[in-house]
């Protein structure tokens, strides 16, 4: 099975070509478990697979979290999937792409940038206040495209608190019992009026990321509309890097999310995981 392997801001994928390889849908949880656990095999935060489309798009990705489980989507590997299309002569620069949570655009720019347009937010809950362990924390809840992909994003002194701490908390925020879907947790820092520290407990990894893209945008979106961020473009600093998100409003209503950030292909080559029954 040929493989590559990519990152985004330090979100690592392994990406496969489901078109030529053709592996039936129901074997691929069970690859995407054994393949993305570290120190035993490749080892990725998720797998990504292109696959035929069902419409008009270019190919759709199917996307699974390192624990095998199916994700909606996710936006750093949206990018690394888009920019592998394109070298791989899937698309062009220009494409749309299927996914969990609805149609996906994205643009390959120059270099290894790449700017993905981001299904919109469906539930915004600005003010969702929650309490873990008789501690309150001002939290906003958001749902990204639809189905929706969940985020809390949660107000934090990252700069005065370490990751076992942070671990911690955002392993209860995620089975919050407020969250139906659970949810992956951002936790935030704002720096001024435009930049922002994010740390993201992700569920399906169930821990702490080099990046998440959705959870930046939406994190982003929640502090625009909550006045810590001015509108337009804004960085995200996240362990892995740096990502910037461009948001386009009309009367306060957020009508195009974007991501953009670099990509790396990390490297190319065959699955020889003798363990790897498919």
Do not use: W
């Not at 592996?23 to 998720?46: F, M, N, T, W």
């Not at 791989?88 to 120059?110: H, P, R």
């Not at 809390?152 to 955002?170: M, N, P, R, T, W």
């Not at 006045?227 to 009367?251: A, C, M, S, T, W």
Request: aromatic share 8%; net charge negative; hydrophobic share 40%.
């Amino acid at each position: 099975m040929n493989f590559t392997k990519m990152q985004g801001a330090g979100n690592d994928f392994i990406i496969i070509n489901n078109m030529e390889l053709k592996i039936p849908v129901e074997k691929l949880s069970a690859i995407a478990k054994k393949l993305c656990k570290r120190k035993v095999s490749i080892g990725a935060d998720g797998f990504m697979v292109v696959d035929f489309p069902e419409g008009a798009a270019d190919f759709k990705m199917r996307f699974y979290n390192q624990d095998g489980s199916i994700g909606e989507m996710c936006g750093n590997g949206a990018r690394c999937i888009s920019r592998y299309a394109y070298i791989n002569k899937i698309a062009g620069k220009k494409m749309t792409f299927e996914t969990g949570a609805g149609i996906v655009s994205s643009e390959v720019l120059e270099g290894r940038l790449v700017k993905v347009l981001l299904n919109n937010p469906e539930v915004i809950n600005i003010d969702n206040d929650i309490e873990i362990d008789n501690v309150k924390y001002e939290c906003s809840y958001i749902e990204l495209g639809n189905p929706g992909l969940p985020h809390a994003v949660v107000k934090y002194d990252l700069q005065h608190s370490d990751d076992c701490e942070i671990f911690d908390i955002g392993r209860k925020i995620r089975y919050y019992e407020g969250f139906p879907k659970g949810a992956n947790v951002n936790f935030f820092e704002v720096i001024n009026d435009d930049t922002a520290i994010v740390k993201t407990y992700e569920r399906g990894v169930e821990d702490i990321t080099l990046a998440c893209g959705t959870g930046s945008a939406s994190t982003a979106a929640a502090l625009i509309i909550k006045g810590y961020l001015k509108g337009g473009r804004v960085k995200i600093i996240v362990p892995g890097g740096e990502l910037f998100i461009e948001i386009e409003q009309n009367n306060n209503k957020i009508e195009k999310l974007y991501l953009i950030g670099d990509t790396n292909t990390v490297a190319a080559g065959k699955v020889m995981d003798e363990d790897l029954v498919y």
